[in-house]
């Protein structure tokens, strides 16, 4: 009986000592004690062109730093995708907002000139929200030229283009909308890439629940939900993206975020088999890779001239983990961001060839602007 009684206390006892553990799946983040290789990597192996970034005040930042943190990372060139040459509309907390775009991109142009040491491409922006005005598709047509020649290497679209903006009706706006067929034609015949991203990551369009894989960020970060009550299905708004891939084949088109399909290889290789205008960048896709090498080495092996080094945000510790990714074969180490993937990374490991194509070669093809000398030959 005595004997009973102990074993009881010390079941009680372990159990209060447990639920005083307790804690949510947000909290819970065990550290693996599976022991293995770690190739912990703050340089790239070869000079890198990062298409996909964003630098949110460079008519008043100081490029001299930035190159002084590009130079650490090895980070030859830097395009910045916010521009706002035609006016960026940007969506936040439910609300639009707009800056002074043509005046913003000229002061970004006249820093750059002075202080970007040819180091830095700027992107220009286009102002949607303003599609009913009498006149609106050859203003934009005239405007997009202008920054062009002020300097603009290339155009950046933004996910509120099929997701939030709408017309005088209130009604959505087509990413495909045969309003903007000029101006993609435009940047065909100015020979300038359009870096679109379109959508979110297909999960965002689906319900919250116990089978949503992302359900973590959507917990974390509501305002990534884009349920059915208030937008179109990710289906729809990306086979519009893919429309206008097919309709404008004499324009270059950037997919960002490879194209959202990162979770799903084939469908992107038949993408780019079927669009051959088309290139990607795997800017916060990178978890999605990590955990398919095997087949995901395969792609970029095939996919090497058409894939480019992207990160989106601008933080210096973090890539690390996308040179980690490309260049070691790593087992089983965390991802960038837990809310990105409840499951661990395994490297490529990518032959120096296709490195040094993602890394700069691809890019060089799309701007010439960019100094040759500043790569390996």
């Known amino acids: 009986m005595l004997r009973k009684y102990v074993i009881v206390c010390c079941l009680l006892c372990a159990s209060a000592a447990f639920a005083q553990e307790r804690m949510d799946f947000e909290t819970y983040n065990p550290k693996s004690t599976l022991v293995v290789k770690e190739h912990l990597i703050k340089r790239a192996k070869y000079p890198f062109i990062d298409v996909h970034n964003h630098q949110w005040d460079m008519p008043n930042q100081d490029l001299k730093a930035l190159l002084k943190d590009m130079d650490g990372l090895n980070m030859a060139a830097m395009v910045n995708l916010s521009g706002r040459g035609g006016t960026e509309i940007s969506y936040h907390g439910g609300s639009l907002f707009t800056v002074n775009g ?160 990162a979770n799903n290889l084939e469908a992107l290789r038949k993408m780019l088999d079927t669009l051959p205008n088309v290139y990607t960048e795997f800017a916060a896709i990178m978890e999605e890779i990590g955990r398919e090498p095997r087949t995901a080495r395969a792609f970029f092996i095939k996919y090497q001239d058409r894939i480019m080094f992207g990160k989106d945000t601008w933080s210096v510790p973090e890539y690390g983990f996308y040179f980690r990714m490309l260049e070691t074969e790593d087992e089983y180490f ?25 890394y700069y070669k691809n890019a060089l093809t799309l701007f010439p602007r960019i100094d040759k000398s500043l790569f390996p030959q």
Request: proline residues 8%; contains cysteine; charged residues 30%.
């Open 102 to 261: 043509p005046e913003y991109f000229d002061r970004t142009m006249d820093n750059v000139r002075k202080n970007g040491d040819g180091r830095i491409l700027v992107f220009t922006n286009i102002d949607f929200t303003t599609i009913d005005e009498p006149n609106w598709t050859q203003n934009t047509v005239d405007q997009l030229e202008k920054d062009v020649k002020n300097g603009a290497s290339g155009l950046k679209v933004y996910k509120e283009l099929g997701l939030e903006i709408k017309d005088k009706n209130g009604k959505r706006v087509h990413v495909d909308d045969p309003r903007l067929d000029p101006i993609w034609e435009k940047c065909g015949e100015l020979h300038i890439p359009v870096l679109i991203h379109t959508g979110e990551p297909a999960p965002f369009f689906d319900k919250p629940d116990a089978n949503n894989e992302r359900w973590l960020e959507l917990k974390l970060h509501p305002s990534r939900a884009r349920p059915s009550s208030r937008y179109p299905s990710w289906k729809q708004v990306m086979s519009e993206q893919h429309n206008i891939f097919a309709r404008h084949r004499h324009t270059i088109f950037i997919a960002a975020h490879f194209g959202w399909l």
């Open 334 to 358: 965390p991802p960038l961001r837990k809310y990105h993937a409840f499951w661990n990374m395994y490297g490529l490991g990518l032959p120096d060839d296709v490195l040094k194509k993602i």
